[in-house]
C-alpha cells in the first residue's frame, strides 16, 4: 500500500524527537546521542546521581516514578550504569507534561 501514513508518523516522531533534545539540552547536563531509528533517548544522567546523593541509575529511576509517575529505564539494564533510557512514543502534550516535571525536579 501507500506509505503516506509511514511518512507522516516519521516526521511526528522526528518532530517529537526533536523536541525532546531542545528540552533536555536546556536542563542541562545530560548528555546523549541523537536516536535516529528508535523511539527513545538514551542519556547519561550521572550528573544528576551524583547531585541527587543517589547510589545509581536505578535508585535515580525509581525515584523519579515514586514522585513524578514517570517510568525511565535504568541504563545499567543495558550494560551502561548511569544512564536512563527515555521513551518519545506518547503525545507531544505528555512529553511536554513529563518534561516540566523531569526538569523541576532534576533542578530541585
Known sequence: GGQDTVRAMVAEYRRRRDYFAKRIDAIGRIPYALPDGAFYFFADFSHYIGA???????????????KLNIILVPGSAFGA????????ATSLPDI????????????S
Open 81 to 88: 550504569p548511569g544512564y536512563l533510557r527515555i521513551s518519545y
Open 96 to 107: 511536554q507534561a513529563g518534561l516540566d516535571k523531569l526538569e523541576t525536579y532534576l533542578k
Open 52 to 66: 541527587k546523593g543517589m547510589r545509581d541509575d536505578g535508585q535515580l529511576a525509581m525515584d523519579i516514578l515514586e
